[in-house]
Nanobody, 123 residues
Framework: QVQLVESGGGLVQAGGSLRLSCAAS????????MAWFRQAPGKEREFVAA?????YYADSVKGRFTISRDNGKNTVYLQMNSLKSEDTAVYYC???????????????????WGQGTQVTVSS
């Protein structure tokens, strides 16, 4: 049974940093697509960043967020710097055991999801 477990969320002041982690179990996700999405209250879930053999970012986070992975730990990270109040959301980790990238920006393309972790940025 595949499980994705996020951690690292919390409350931070604007301009601060947080690092989210997503630990996978049940299957090895090495070099398979994994992504971060977020959902703010009253808004649809949106793409944040993804990684397979390359990295992909939403324009709104480019230059501030960095996605990375540690294949030995089967874990993906999201380093978030220069946080803004508009980054406040529940952040979800997602994964797909398929080495294509055709739907890497779409939440419906991913097969596995974590439970989410809250990130709150105070201004």
């Amino acid at each position: 049974q595949v499980q994705l477990v996020e951690s690292g969320g919390g409350l931070v002041q604007a301009g601060g940093s947080l690092r989210l982690s997503c630990a996978a179990s049940g299957r090895t996700f090495s070099n398979y697509p994994m992504a971060w999405f977020r959902q703010a209250p009253g808004k649809e879930r949106e793409f944040v960043a993804a990684i397979n053999w390359s990295t992909y970012y939403a324009d709104s986070v480019k230059g501030r967020f960095t996605i990375s992975r540690d294949n030995g730990k089967n874990t993906v990270y999201l380093q978030m710097n220069s946080l803004k109040s508009e980054d406040t959301a529940v952040y979800y980790c997602a994964g797909r055991l398929d080495r294509t990238s055709s739907g890497i920006y779409r939440d419906g393309w991913y097969d596995y999801w974590g439970q989410g972790t809250q990130v709150t940025v105070s201004s």
